[in-house]
């Protein structure tokens, strides 16, 4: 049974900077990309920033050079740095795989980023 479980999230104060992990457990099938999402209170979860099997990168314009995605494909982590954070940033924070035909979620982080 695959499995993501993130950790690092927290209270921040605005300007500050955190950085979540998500480690995947089990076995995994072929992964396409590897992402965070956020969803805010009353608000559509939203992407964050995605990485490709080939290590290409894209993101929010919200979050362009702020955040940073990357991975440990020996720990089976993948990471995202946030730096320079603001209070809009507060939100639950998830990793997903998506391979060819599934995706699994991990079951959020909770970042509250205060002003």
């Known amino acids: 049974q695959e499995q993501l479980v993130e950790s690092g999230g927290g209270l921040a104060q605005a300007g500050g900077s955190l950085r979540l992990s998500c480690a995947a457990s089990?076995?995994?099938?072929?992964?396409?990309?590897m992402a965070w999402y956020r969803q805010a209170p009353g608000k559509q979860r939203e992407l964050v920033a995605r990485?490709?099997?080939?290590?290409?990168?894209t993101y929010a314009d919200s979050v362009k050079g702020r955040f940073t995605i990357s991975r440990d494909n020996a720990k089976n982590t993948v990471y995202l740095q946030m730096d320079s954070l603001k209070p809009e940033d507060t939100a639950v924070y998830y990793c997903?795989?998506?391979?060819?035909?599934?995706?699994?979620w991990g079951q959020g982080t909770q970042v509250t980023v205060s002003s």
């Open positions: 997903a795989v998506f391979g060819d035909l599934r995706s699994v």
């Open positions: 089990g076995s995994m099938f072929r992964i396409n990309f």
């Open positions: 990485m490709s099997s080939g290590g290409r990168t």
